[in-house]
Nanobody, 121 residues
Framework: QVQLVESGGGLVQAGGSLRLSCAASGSIFSIKAMDWYRQAPGKQRELVAAGPSGGRTDYADSVKGRFTIARDNAKNTVYLQMNSLKPEDTAVYYC???????????????WGQGTQVTVSS
């Protein structure tokens, strides 16, 4: 069994900062990727930040220069530092991990339960 648990969401004023965390636990052999997605009301879920993988990170154009993704492999944890937040960043933020469970030949994806981020104007 694998679990992804996010934390760090909340209410912040425009221009403020938040740091999200997502910790993976359970029978994990190795993690290929850990990414952050978000879903605003009435909109599709979108990729916010991916990686780092092979030293490379990718960001949605709307968050470039403001958000930073980082990963602690020893803790199976990924972080999302969000600065200069805007009201349009309001959404539920989800962690996604593509990983190998112990004893499995194939990787599969897992989602966290989501954490609400609300940015007031």
């Amino acid at each position: 069994q694998v679990q992804l648990v996010e934390s760090g969401g909340g209410l912040v004023q425009a221009g403020g900062s938040l740091r999200l965390s997502c910790a993976a636990s359970g029978s994990i052999f190795s993690i290929k990727a850990m990414d952050w997605y978000r879903q605003a009301p009435g909109k599709q879920r979108e990729l916010v930040a991916a990686g780092p993988s092979g030293g490379r990170t990718d960001y949605a154009d709307s968050v470039k220069g403001r958000f930073t993704i980082a990963r602690d492999n020893a803790k199976n944890t990924v972080y999302l530092q969000m600065n200069s937040l805007k009201p349009e960043d309001t959404a539920v933020y989800y962690c996604y991990a593509d990983l190998y469970q112990e004893g499995s030949r194939f990787s599969r994806g897992y989602w966290g339960q989501g954490t609400q981020v609300t940015v007031s104007s």
